[in-house]
Each structure stands twice: as structure tokens, then as C-alpha cells.
């Protein structure tokens, strides 16, 4: 279960790495324990990307935080990746105004 995966990477040592859908991963975890936050999709939703984010950076984290972005060049995440950086929701309809061919 995620709650296990979750304790088992806050208490082993030798656990490096967790992977958590951001739904669950913003819904009241602290992982002060990690560094790095890597997104794999683009969020529709700026606000859960920072519940995500926030998520290791909460009082008690003693090192610096990096979040990651893994975005495929030449892909559908490019044009998604800006939208969600100007802030855009990314609804259905902002989807396909962001997709569309110039």
C-alpha cells in the first residue's frame, strides 16, 4: 500500500526512492526525509503541483529541495509544461487551445 511504501521510505536508509500519484502524494504527507520531487506527467492543476511540491518542503526539512520537471522533447508535454508555468488550468478546453496548430 502506499501508506507502507510511504513509511518504509521515511525510516529505511537504504530506501532512495518513492513514486506517488500526486493526488494521494499532496493529500497530508511530509517527506522532509526527501530532496527531490520528480513530476513525470504535467498536473492540470498549478494548485496540486504545489501541494505536491510542498509535500518535502515543509518546516523540519533541513536540506535544499529540487523539483523536477521530465518533459519529452518534441511532445504533447512541451506546450503543456508552458501553459502550467503561466499559470494556466488546464482544463479540456485550455488543452486543445494549447494543442492547436498554430
Not at 515543509?58 to 508535454?77: E, F, K, P
Amino acid at each position: 500500500s502506499a501508506g507502507r511504501a510511504v513509511d518504509v521510505f521515511q525510516t529505511e536508509p537504504s530506501c532512495s526512492a518513492i513514486v506517488l500519484e500526486a493526488g494521494p502524494a499532496a493529500a497530508g504527507l511530509t517527506l522532509t526525509c526527501a530532496q527531490h520531487v520528480v513530476f513525470v506527467d504535467v498536473l492540470s492543476s498549478v494548485l496540486l503541483e504545489s501541494q505536491a511540491r510542498a509535500r518535502v518542503e515543509r518546516i523540519g526539512q533541513r536540506a535544499q529541495t529540487t523539483a523536477w520537471h521530465l518533459i519529452g522533447a518534441n511532445s504533447v508535454d512541451e506546450p503543456l509544461r508552458r501553459a502550467a508555468d503561466a499559470g494556466v488550468a488546464l482544463d479540456a478546453d485550455a488543452v486543445r487551445s494549447v494543442l492547436a496548430p498554430p
